[in-house]
């Protein structure tokens, strides 16, 4: 006997439709529901990036090549071959742990050495986007994975100080890469999948306000601590986040949307309307019936997991357009990355340097807010260029003219920073909800992936500029064209799946 199969009419899919509309306003009315508790659930998610950015950008001041002075000036002078002066004849200015490169003596160790434990972060940030995004969106959800990797992060930035070599320490940066991964995606989806379509960019915008945050505060932590061991500076930026991590648990809500994905319709009905847990149970609000009227979604096994992976092509135009994201993401990526960590080529005051760069920030948060209103694929490109430009000029622009130099470096960043922020809230927007944290990780990590060439690029750019920041620029400018292949969405509400995403699309075409 043969199984027997379900025969939808066109009057079983008008009616789908109408329901699948119907949630969408549920969602979005719900959503709308947003006052100071809504705000404070978003400044706590957005406090992680205060880590993540310390975490990003900490190896320019640990992993720096620190200054030396001549012993016997019979043997040495200040432009000698540090290589080929006997140990005798040279002292590091302060005490020789300051940094790895004087603790563990790699004073004469090749780029590729210098260069390996911040490579180490970026694959471990590689590895670890594949392997945690995904649980985002089955198994843990957006809540209980940023917990965990902050928690997890601390850790291993706390046991970094056992390092006793390269080795070692480039594999507690690995560790601490592998963690950090997906802060960063789970933030930014968490925050816009918290409110309503007006309220997306601005709480997107408070995202990088507190990764501008640490960027600032980080050089403050490095300087009062120019004097000891880079040791210190991991344990000073370990503790902190270990104390958010337990916060968050307690305090920070899921994401509305994921729960109604994960079938927890009634968790996610008393987080929309605002009335207790019993209640939405008893179904004694109106509101509350009509949106428990939500399709359900069939929940994951623990074999499942990665099912979200698995989504992204089973239909063509979402391979496509993953792959066009994280080009894009590998280009505007590597420039933003790239550009702090190779601030010591231009020959300026390290601390100030990182200081002016994260100040940078904050004007890219003033536009990013303004942009909101504005069409993002154009948004884009005009940044992009911009920067890709201002990086070339970095490096035909002669090392005499310093203070040009330093401002068309930052006039880069600023533009990069902003095509960033852009960019990353336009990636939420491009995907639905069902896949949305692990295409968002992805393209986070196209960008990592770029800079796991970045510090070799920088060694190599001491000598000619070209193949730092020319490469930059290069780099930046050619993935823009992938925009070609992306739709437009200002003004567009998310979807929750795939089907959805579809339907929007052809609508919008």
Same mark, same amino acid.
């Given at each position: 006997?043969?199984?027997?199969?379900?025969?939808?009419?066109?009057?079983?899919?008008?009616?789908?439709?109408?329901?699948?509309?119907?949630?969408?306003?549920?969602?979005?009315?719900?959503?709308?529901?947003?006052?100071?508790?809504?705000?404070?659930?978003? @400044?706590?998610?957005?406090?992680?990036?205060?880590?993540?950015?310390?975490?990003?950008?900490? #190896?320019?001041?640990?992993?720096?090549?620190?200054?030396?002075?001549?012993?016997?000036?019979?043997?040495?002078?200040?432009?000698?071959?540090?290589?080929?002066?006997?140990?005798?004849?040279?002292?590091?200015?302060?005490? /020789?742990?300051?940094? @790895?490169?004087?603790?563990?003596?790699?004073?004469?160790?090749?780029?590729?050495?210098?260069?390996?434990?911040?490579?180490?972060?970026?694959?471990?940030?590689?590895?670890?986007?594949?392997?945690?995004?995904?649980?985002?969106? +089955?198994?843990?959800?957006?809540?209980? *994975? *940023?917990?965990? /990797?902050?928690?997890?992060?601390?850790?291993?930035?706390?046991?970094?100080?056992?390092?006793?070599?390269?080795?070692?320490?480039?594999?507690?940066?690995?560790? $601490?890469?592998?963690?950090?991964?997906?802060?960063?995606?789970?933030?930014?989806?968490?925050?816009?999948?918290?409110?309503?379509?007006?309220?997306?960019?601005?709480?997107?915008?408070?995202?990088?306000?507190?990764? +501008?945050?640490?960027?600032?505060?980080?050089?403050?932590?490095?300087? *009062?601590?120019?004097?000891?061991?880079?040791?210190?500076?991991?344990?000073?930026?370990?503790?902190?986040? %270990?104390?958010?991590?337990?916060?968050?648990?307690?305090?920070?809500? &899921? /994401?509305?949307?994921?729960?109604?994905?994960?079938?927890?319709?009634?968790?996610?009905?008393?987080?929309?309307?605002?009335?207790?847990?019993?209640?939405?149970?008893?179904?004694?609000?109106?509101?509350?019936?009509?949106?428990?009227?939500?399709?359900?979604?069939?929940?994951?096994?623990?074999?499942?997991?990665?099912?979200?992976? #698995?989504?992204?092509? &089973?239909?063509?135009?979402?391979?496509?357009?993953?792959?066009?994201?994280?080009?894009?993401? %590998?280009?505007?990526?590597?420039?933003?990355?790239?550009?702090?960590?190779?601030?010591?080529?231009?020959?300026?005051?390290?601390?100030?340097?990182?200081?002016?760069?994260?100040?940078?920030?904050?004007?890219?948060?003033?536009?990013?807010?303004?942009?909101?209103?504005?069409?993002?694929?154009?948004?884009?490109?005009?940044?992009?260029?911009?920067?890709?430009?201002?990086?070339?000029?970095?490096?035909?622009?002669?090392?005499? $003219?310093?203070?040009?130099?330093?401002? @068309?470096?930052?006039?880069?960043?600023?533009?990069?920073?902003?095509?960033?922020?852009?960019? *990353?809230?336009?990636?939420?927007?491009?995907?639905?909800?069902?896949?949305?944290?692990?295409?968002?990780?992805?393209?986070?990590?196209? #960008?990592?992936?770029?800079?796991?060439?970045?510090?070799?690029?920088?060694?190599?750019?001491?000598?000619?500029?070209?193949?730092?920041?020319?490469?930059?620029?290069?780099?930046?400018?050619? +993935?823009?064209?992938?925009?070609?292949?992306?739709?437009?969405?200002?003004? $567009?509400?998310?979807?929750?799946?795939?089907?959805?995403? &579809?339907?929007?699309?052809?609508?919008?075409?």
């Amino acid at each position: 006997m043969e199984d027997s199969v379900p025969v939808f009419t066109t009057s079983d899919s008008v009616v789908q439709e109408n329901n699948i509309q119907y949630s969408e306003e549920m969602i979005e009315n719900g959503l709308r529901r947003f006052g100071w508790s809504g705000m404070i659930q978003c @400044i706590l998610v957005s406090i992680a990036m205060y880590f993540d950015a310390q975490q990003s950008f900490i #190896a320019i001041y640990s992993d720096e090549y620190p200054t030396w002075h001549c012993a016997d000036p019979t043997t040495c002078t200040s432009h000698s071959d540090l290589c080929k002066l006997p140990k005798s004849s040279w002292a590091w200015d302060g005490p /020789s742990s300051k940094t @790895i490169i004087s603790q563990f003596g790699l004073e004469c160790a090749s780029s590729f050495i210098t260069g390996l434990p911040q490579s180490s972060f970026f694959l471990g940030c590689l590895l670890g986007s594949f392997v945690l995004a995904t649980l985002a969106d +089955t198994s843990l959800g957006r809540k209980n *994975l *940023l917990v965990l /990797s902050c928690f997890f992060m601390s850790l291993a930035s706390a046991t970094t100080v056992f390092s006793t070599n390269v080795w070692t320490y480039s594999c507690f940066k690995f560790i $601490i890469g592998f963690w950090r991964s997906s802060i960063a995606t789970c933030v930014l989806v968490l925050l816009t999948e918290k409110v309503s379509t007006e309220w997306r960019f601005t709480v997107g915008v408070l995202e990088y306000f507190f990764f +501008t945050l640490g960027c600032m505060t980080l050089p403050g932590i490095a300087y *009062l601590n120019r004097n000891s061991s880079w040791k210190f500076l991991y344990v000073w930026t370990s503790v902190p986040p %270990f104390c958010y991590s337990v916060i968050a648990y307690l305090f920070v809500a &899921e /994401s509305p949307r994921w729960l109604l994905m994960q079938g927890r319709e009634q968790e996610a009905m008393a987080m929309l309307t605002g009335i207790s847990y019993s209640a939405v149970e008893n179904g004694s609000n109106n509101l509350t019936a009509g949106l428990l009227r939500v399709p359900a979604v069939k929940r994951k096994s623990i074999l499942e997991l990665y099912s979200s992976i #698995a989504e992204l092509f &089973e239909r063509s135009w979402v391979g496509k357009r993953v792959v066009a994201t994280v080009v894009l993401g %590998f280009g505007i990526g590597m420039v933003y990355f790239g550009m702090p960590l190779a601030v010591g080529n231009l020959g300026f005051n390290i601390y100030w340097g990182v200081v002016l760069n994260a100040f940078m920030e904050i004007p890219s948060c003033v536009a990013t807010y303004f942009l909101g209103n504005c069409r993002r694929k154009p948004s884009i490109l005009a940044f992009s260029v911009a920067s890709g430009i201002c990086c070339i000029l970095c490096a035909v622009v002669s090392d005499g $003219i310093k203070v040009a130099k330093v401002g @068309i470096s930052l006039v880069a960043f600023f533009c990069d920073a902003t095509a960033y922020n852009v960019f *990353l809230i336009y990636v939420v927007e491009v995907f639905p909800t069902s896949v949305r944290n692990t295409t968002t990780s992805l393209v986070r990590q196209a #960008a990592v992936f770029g800079n796991i060439f970045s510090p070799f690029l920088i060694s190599a750019g001491r000598k000619n500029e070209i193949f730092s920041y020319g490469v930059f620029g290069v780099v930046i400018m050619s +993935t823009c064209l992938t925009l070609v292949c992306l739709p437009e969405t200002k003004g $567009i509400a998310l979807s929750d799946t795939i089907d959805q995403q &579809e339907k929007k699309d052809n609508i919008s075409v």
